[in-house]
């Protein structure tokens, strides 16, 4: 397989553990010290970040994304990854729903054992929307 396959089941990886409500799914596809720099909320760095940020989401939601890549391109061990989310999302007490859109960037690092993780994760979004 090359680069840029495994790059994108890195990313389906990450997109089928939200909507599974698999959170260490999620967790495996990072880099130990990922930087996450959402739109409307403070920088984060660490596995323990995305545990703190999504755990609390999985847990009151359900989620169902998708992802449209618009450049995907790898530098020797790092990889540029730019495309449009979406989410709908579904309260799983109250049944509310909500939904969200934007744009991602991405970068993955290649890891000595030859796998890819999220390095940085920088979206903005183009309405707020989201439960």
Request: with cysteine; hydrophobic share 35%.
């Amino acid at each position: 397989m090359d680069d840029i396959e495994a790059i994108k089941l890195v990313l389906n990886e990450w997109l089928d553990g939200l909507d599974s409500g698999d959170l260490e799914r999620m967790e495996k596809t990072c880099d130990p010290e990922v930087v996450v720099c959402n739109e409307y909320q403070p920088t984060t760095i660490g596995i323990q970040a995305i545990r703190d940020k999504y755990g609390p989401r999985i847990e009151a939601n359900s989620f169902s994304s998708t992802f449209d890549i618009e450049h995907l391109k790898v530098y020797g061990d790092m990889a540029l990854l730019v495309g449009r989310f979406t989410v709908a999302v579904s309260n799983k007490s109250s049944g509310e729903t909500g939904s969200g859109q934007g744009r991602i960037a991405l970068i993955y690092r290649r890891h000595p054992d030859g796998s890819w993780k999220m390095q940085l994760d920088i979206d903005n979004n183009d309405q707020r929307d989201a439960a």
